[in-house]
């Protein structure tokens, strides 16, 4: 069973940046970053490989967000700067086979990290 754990959510003024991560146990799978804003269904944002050669992103994303993978390969972490108040939502990372924007490929899922954009 792979256990995922996000951290590093938290307020932070329109323009600023965070970084959250993502912890895995077990076996190092593709990983992938959605997000659900108030209101709205789940969305991707990013994703990278196991081997963290390949990267995917959103539009709504891109030139703005990274992803990317620790020396360990078990940890994943989301560089997000210029952030915007449309940025806020709680943020989930989840573990699959594929580098891919479909939620119906990921099989592990975090509980999620709340991200609050001020304006």
């Known amino acids: 069973q792979v256990q995922l754990v996000e951290s590093g959510g938290g307020l932070v003024q329109a323009g600023g940046s965070l970084r959250l991560s993502c912890a895995a146990s077990?076996?190092?799978?593709?990983t992938g970053w959605f997000r659900q804003r108030p209101g709205k269904e789940r969305e991707f944002v990013a994703a990278i490989s196991w081997s963290g050669g390949g990267t995917y992103y959103a539009d709504s994303v891109k030139g703005r967000f990274t992803i990317s993978r620790g020396n360990a390969k078990n940890t994943v972490y989301l560089q997000m700067n210029s952030l915007k108040a449309e940025d806020t939502a709680v943020y989930y990372c989840a573990a699959g086979t594929v580098v891919t924007g479909g939620e119906e490929f990921y099989d592990y899922w975090g509980q999620g990290t709340q991200v609050t954009v001020s304006s």
């Open positions: 077990g076996r190092t799978f593709s």
